[in-house]
């Protein structure tokens, strides 16, 4: 018998099932023939540690250390750039995000496609990075098999009998058992739940859509910061010599494989190439992933309220990997009964018990 099951193999469930495998038994089981198939490979992969609600960045920020010391972070800077009717919103996300002010002429310097007769106000800071997403997954899955941790994927969880202690999670070709189930399912996180008789806790997947086009105008792009619209109406990001875009729209979809919706792609170009000079003319390949959020937006890490040995590591929203060293380090201290290294405060922000 395992010790711990962890559900789900994106980098929510992969960086748990890490940071447990040293002092416990652990199985980790995923759906699909890989890891990451889902939200965890469709991301923007970007670490600005100032985006998001307040326990979003206190896990950002208590993330810090394990991306610098890991060799998983590449320069980017972010950049936000604002026609002179929208200068409420600018200033807004501007402070949201701690940029500083830069002139039309400078966010010109960094990103020559910007239209100069429209942009009136830009802001921009250094300080946010690429991730090397499917490194750092794969970190933490090696992490998982050196301490003896089974990783198997291919392994749909159908049906949950049994409690705390005891609990049997069969899949169409086996039976495992364990005393704890940790659920990091994403977007079928609730699903999961209705298996193991838990109730659910009203999380929401938002779909939201990406655009890979070439490098516009022939220009190298790789040293551009990543560039938004003001109130995230759209966000561009150099992409292995091309440019990503996205709409940054918030849809919400049932669980499932998603995909990009034409009509909201073209709608969210036109809002990227109302603010730059040159026209998307080809578009190389387009994706769409599924940002899970719970009913207030925080993350939720923590045993169930209401059934013993069931585990929540959900929520992830738009930030599940800018947040996964600290939130995976959270999760393994409650289920080995650790005094948190978080704060008080955004230990109980992020617990199910809000929702009892
Ligand atoms: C377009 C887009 C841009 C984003 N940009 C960023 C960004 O820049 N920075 C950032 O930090 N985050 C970003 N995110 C968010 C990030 O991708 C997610 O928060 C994160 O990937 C969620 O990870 P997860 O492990 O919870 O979910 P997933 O990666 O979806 O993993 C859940 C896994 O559970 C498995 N599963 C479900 N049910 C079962 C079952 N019954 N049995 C077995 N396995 C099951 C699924 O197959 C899936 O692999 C972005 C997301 C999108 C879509």
Redesign the pocket.
């Known amino acids: 018998m395992t010790d711990i099951i962890v ?7 992969t960086s748990v099932a890490a940071r447990l495998a040293p002092h416990a038994s652990v199985t980790l ?4 023939n890989v ?13 600005e540690s100032n985006y998001g609600l307040d326990t979003t960045v206190a896990l950002s920020k208590a993330s810090a250390d394990y991306f610098h010391q890991s060799g998983l972070l590449s320069d980017r800077g972010l950049l936000i750039a604002a026609r002179a009717n929208e200068r409420e919103q600018f200033e807004a996300d501007t402070a949201m995000l701690k940029l500083e002010l830069i002139s039309p002429a400078d966010a010109l310097a960094m990103i020559p496609i910007l239209d100069g007769a429209q942009v009136a106000h830009a802001s921009h800071h250094a300080g946010a990075w690429d ?1 090397d997403t499917d490194r750092m997954v794969q970190d933490f899955a090696r992490e998982l098999r050196t301490h003896g941790g089974r990783l198997q994927t291919k ?4 049906s949950i009998t049994g409690g705390a202690g005891a609990w049997a999670v069969h899949t169409e070709a086996a039976t495992y058992e364990a005393a704890i189930i940790v659920n ?5 996180v609730d ?2 739940a209705k ?1 193991a008789g838990v109730t659910p806790l009203g999380f929401t997947p938002l779909r ?3 655009v890979r086009i070439p490098a516009p105008g022939g220009h190298d792009v790789s040293k551009w910061p990543m560039f938004f619209g003001v109130g995230e109406s759209w966000y561009a990001k150099p992409d292995a010599g091309s440019l990503i875009v ?1 709409p940054a729209e918030e849809h919400p979809m049932p669980p499932m494989d998603a995909w990009a919706d034409d009509m909201v792609l073209a709608e969210g170009l036109a809002r990227y190439e109302a603010l730059v000079t040159e026209p998307v003319t080809r578009i190389e390949a387009n994706w ?5 959020f719970s009913p207030d937006r925080h993350l939720t890490v923590g045993f169930d309220v209401h059934t013993d040995g069931f585990f929540w590591h ?1 929520g ?8 996964a060293p600290a939130a995976s380090q959270l999760a393994a201290d409650l289920i080995l009964g650790r005094a948190p290294e978080m704060d008080a405060g955004t230990v109980s922000a992020l617990s199910p018990e809000r929702f009892a």
Do not use: C, D, K
Not at 29 to 32: D, F, G, T
């Open positions: 559900i789900g193999g994106g980098i929510a469930g089981l995923e759906a699909e890891l990451a198939y889902h939200a965890s490979g469709r991301s923007a992969a970007l670490y991730i392994s749909r969880v159908v990091a399912a994403g977007a079928w699903e999961l298996l939201r859509s990406m996205s769409a992933g599924l940002r899970t959900a992830q929203g738009g930030y599940g990997f800018q947040t």
